[in-house]
């Protein structure tokens, strides 16, 4: 159980809006949200985003967020330094790169 937050009515736990004043409810926040929010990119932006050089930091933000992979990241770089500096934001380490990159083109060059 849980009270409302405006009205201060006893409502279940799952409750969404409460039953008596309409007070929409907000889901507690998972611990393992990024702090980050991105704004909602449609499919096609998020596309975009990643066809285009540079723009490191969105493309972390949006790998963290789920709503790309590292691979599709990497698979559209050219840049062996611009996908070094993804990586290196990605927080993963030296071992990463050493294992993975003889998969991805721009580790090549
Ligand atoms: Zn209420």
């Given amino acids: ?3 409302c937050p405006s009205c201060e ?3 279940p736990s799952v409750a969404q809006v409460c039953p008596a004043c309409g007070h ?8 393992d949200e990024p702090i980050v929010h ?3 990119l449609t499919p096609t932006q998020v596309r975009e ?13 949006l790998v963290k ?3 790309i992979r590292v691979r599709d990241v990497l698979h559209q770089m050219s840049n062996r ?13 030296r071992g990463w790169l050493f294992h993975n990159a003889k998969h991805y083109k721009c580790f090549q060059s």
């Fill in 24 to 31: 929409q409810l907000e889901k507690k926040e998972k611990k």
């Fill in 9 to 11: 009515a006893l409502l």
């Fill in 65 to 67: 967020s789920k709503q």
């Fill in 1 to 3: 159980m849980k009270d």
């Fill in 49 to 61: 985003l990643i066809d285009k050089p540079g723009l490191i930091k969105q493309k972390v933000q």
């Fill in 81 to 93: 330094e611009e996908a070094i500096e993804f990586i290196r934001q990605m927080g993963y380490k």
């Fill in 38 to 40: 991105l704004q909602l």
